[in-house]
C-alpha cells in the first residue's frame, strides 16, 4: 500500500476526541447512565480516551467495556475459516443504559450493526449511539454516526488506516493506496 496522505495526526485526533466528549455530555444531559463500548481493536483505546475527557470535563466515571464483533459479522466466513474472536468484556449491566458504541473507522455500516447485535445479547439498552473518529462513506445499511471526528470522502480504492499508540507505537491517520 502506498501511503497518501496523513489526514489527521495525533493532536488532531486528540482534538476530535475531546469535541465528541463534549458532544456525548451535551446529547445525553450529562454523563448519568452512560457506558461506553470499544469495538475491538482500535475502538477500545479510543473509548478509554473519550472515559477520560468525561472524567476530565464532568468529574464522571463512565464504564468502558471491550466488545469484539467477530462472531455477529455478516461476512465472516469471507474473512477467514478459523476467524480470531477477541474476548467481550461486559463487566457491567447494560439495561436501560445509554451505551456508546466507539470504532475507529465508520465505512460500510456492516461492523456497526454487527456490534448492534452484539450488544442486544447483552441486555436491552436505553439507546444506542455511536462515535467514530473517522467517517469514509460507502454506506451499505442505512446506518449513520451520531458522533463523527472527520467527515473523509474516499474511493473504494483506498484505505482509511487510523494508528493508536498503545497498538501502533504512533498515533495518526492514514490515507492508503491500494496497489
Known amino acids: 500500500m502506498k501511503l497518501k496522505a496523513t489526514l489527521m495526526n495525533e493532536k488532531d485526533i486528540d482534538r476530535a476526541l475531546r469535541r465528541i466528549s463534549h458532544q456525548i455530555i451535551e446529547r445525553n444531559n ?98 444506542i449511539q455511536l462515535a467514530v473518529l473517522v467517517d469514509r462513506g460507502h454506506r451499505e445499511l442505512p446506518i449513520r454516526a451520531d458522533y463523527v471526528g472527520k467527515n473523509v470522502p474516499t474511493s473504494k480504492s483506498e484505505i482509511v488506516a487510523v494508528k493508536i499508540r498503545s497498538i501502533d507505537d504512533d498515533t495518526c491517520v492514514n490515507l492508503q493506496e491500494i496497489q
Open 30 to 127: 450529562g454523563g448519568e447512565d452512560l457506558i461506553l463500548l470499544g469495538i475491538k481493536t482500535r475502538g477500545l483505546p479510543l473509548a478509554e480516551i473519550i472515559a477520560r475527557n468525561l472524567k476530565a470535563i464532568e468529574g464522571i466515571e463512565v464504564p468502558v467495556g471491550a466488545l469484539d464483533i467477530t462472531l455477529y459479522r455478516d461476512d465472516l466466513s469471507e474473512i477467514s475459516d478459523l476467524p480470531l474472536v477477541r474476548k467481550t468484556s461486559l463487566p457491567f449491566e447494560i439495561t436501560d443504559k445509554n451505551v456508546i458504541l466507539v470504532d475507529d473507522v465508520l465505512y460500510t455500516g456492516r461492523t456497526a450493526r454487527a456490534a448492534l447485535d452484539a450488544v442486544s445479547e447483552h441486555g436491552r439498552a436505553k439507546s
